[in-house]
């Protein structure tokens, strides 16, 4: 059976060698096909924006800021890890109180600022790109760009983030970032952090010290004159949601805590400040994460100041813009815009539409003509289009063979004809614009996801079905051989272990290094 198998000459020494060289061939190749199609990696650049290049303003007026006129100083980000969004939506019937479960309606403090205050409030589904770790989330709204699936082992060895990012950005204009919370953040932006204090994060059973440290420092912190940005990230909820589940009463009293927290934090809030209340992700019904379900993507991001986030007229036609869902790096640009720091270097997110619906900037003032909010947007998009085709540019200089050209030229042709409609600032022609620069910055958002974060699947069954191949002809020759066949039996088995675990290390190597 076995020479039939392999062919006469392969009972022999050499023909050993012969089947050994092949069978490391195949586990090499095989390993190195798999993770081509599975490790998909992409180039980090290191190019940071700055406030003197050339941005492609429509107003020629960005006094106070960079890019863009601010119309904030000052920002609060809140994080609660693991905020799933169904944890902030309100729901006021049930059909019987049984029916509640331990998460629901258990923040309060958001539905009544959506109802009393609905100029100065906004809330979304924030959606997560997988996966859904905390460090590969917090690179993806600080930095604007798409995680790669190679990076997700990098989540218990957080490293410095190289690339250009928001927080960077407030640095490099001399704000001062006090941070409380996660130590991971520590490790991605710790040199920028002009105050610290951070609390251990893997401690999943703990579900109090992190939060407990914030909040006997939050208020205080927020109280001094010596920042511009104030991080706060807490660990509670996620940490219940590991340890309990979602649906528990220790989950109930944690989202209270935090409900009561930012009551404190909205009450210390004026007018030159935005808040931003947000998940990096979400949970399953037992409380896990890291996936692609839509329980673990659907985080929820609430933006609210004293002063009216939206405050000025628009066409009814502009109703389609608005949205109650955005991707998690959408906010990079948003933010950016509306502090007055460039947008980081390589973000591919998109600004949120209706959020530059303004004609006031930071000192409150307002142009009262009809098109200065309309035109405010087409600004923010014109200026985000343009970073965004930046990047790109720069991209293919190293990773040409990346990019789909074809996909780029439709593409492109959006981006010209929102600047050909954009230059006769009506109200018919800044619609258009609009409209074109959002298919513009979505599709590319959508082709390098296509790049970055899909499995190669031809490629992953190929890989596998070599492997396949090899392991059964590797068993085959183990199982059919006689005593006669090779007198030590031993000698050909640590030959082979030897060989293929060389192969596999060879091959692990290189697909590791491919990555890089």
Not at 32 to 44: A, V
Not at 271 to 277: E, I
Not at 362 to 388: E, K, M, Y
Request: proline fraction near 5%; hydrophobic fraction near 40%.
């Amino acid at each position: 059976m076995m020479k039939k198998l392999i062919g006469p000459g392969l009972t022999t020494t050499a023909g050993v060698l012969i089947l050994l060289i092949w069978l490391a061939v195949c586990y090499t190749t095989g390993l190195l096909i798999f993770t081509r199609g599975f490790l998909l990696s992409r180039q980090e650049l290191t190019n940071r924006s700055e406030c003197h290049n050339e941005v492609y303003s429509l107003t020629d007026d960005s006094e106070g800021g960079c890019w863009l006129k601010p119309r904030y100083r000052k920002l609060v980000v809140i994080v609660i890890d693991a905020l799933r969004y169904d944890f902030v939506e309100y729901k006021q019937t049930w059909e019987s109180e049984q029916d509640v479960p331990h998460y629901r309606n258990k923040l309060p403090i958001i539905h009544e600022l959506l109802s009393s205050e609905p100029d100065n409030t906004r809330l979304f589904k924030f959606i997560a790109d997988p996966p859904t770790t905390t460090m590969q989330r917090l690179k993806g709204f600080t930095t604007g760009s798409l995680p790669t699936f190679i990076d997700a082992g990098s989540n218990f060895a957080s490293r410095e983030i190289l690339e250009d990012n928001i927080i960077s950005q407030f640095s490099s204009l001399g704000a001062n970032i006090t941070f409380l919370g996660d130590d991971t953040w520590m490790g991605l932006f710790g040199r920028y952090l002009t105050k610290t204090m951070p609390f251990p994060s893997f401690y999943v059973r703990d579900l109090h010290t992190v939060d407990d440290g914030i909040l006997d420092n939050l208020q205080h912190e927020l109280l001094n004159e010596d920042w511009r940005v104030v991080v706060a990230h807490f660990l509670g909820v996620d940490h219940c949601g590991h340890w309990y589940g979602p649906d528990h009463p220790e989950m109930a009293s944690k989202l209270t805590q935090m409900d009561q927290m930012l009551r404190m934090v909205v009450d210390t809030l004026d007018n030159d400040t935005l808040l931003l209340v947000m998940g990096d992700h979400g949970m399953t019904e037992v409380g896990d994460h890291g996936g692609e379900s839509t329980l673990e993507l659907e985080a929820a991001l609430i933006m609210y100041s004293p002063r009216k986030l939206v405050d000025g007229p628009a066409p009814e036609s502009f109703d389609r813009f608005k949205v109650d869902t955005v991707a998690q790096i959408d906010i990079v640009p948003t933010i950016s815009l509306l502090l007055g720091i460039p947008i980081p270097f390589s973000n591919i997110g998109e600004v949120i539409p209706e959020l530059f619906l303004s004609s006031a900037n930071v000192d409150g003032d307002s142009d009262t003509t009809a098109t200065s909010p309309l035109l405010n947007v087409a600004t923010a998009f014109r200026i985000n289009a343009h970073q965004v085709s930046k990047y790109i540019r720069q991209y293919s200089a190293g990773s040409s063979n990346e990019i789909p050209h074809a996909t780029h030229s439709v593409l492109q042709s959006y981006y010209t004809q929102a600047e050909s409609s954009v230059t006769s600032p009506d109200e018919r022609n800044l619609l258009t614009a609009i409209s074109n620069y959002s298919r513009y910055l979505r599709g590319i958002r959508e082709m390098f996801r296509g790049i970055w974060a899909r499995f190669d699947l031809p490629l992953i069954v190929t890989g596998i079905s070599t492997l396949v191949l090899a392991i059964l002809v590797n068993a085959a020759a183990v199982l059919n051989r006689t005593p006669g066949d090779v007198k030590n039996l031993p000698a050909f088995l640590s030959a082979n272990v030897a060989l293929v675990s060389v192969s596999l290390c060879v091959a692990a190597a290189m697909a590791v290094l491919d990555c890089l």
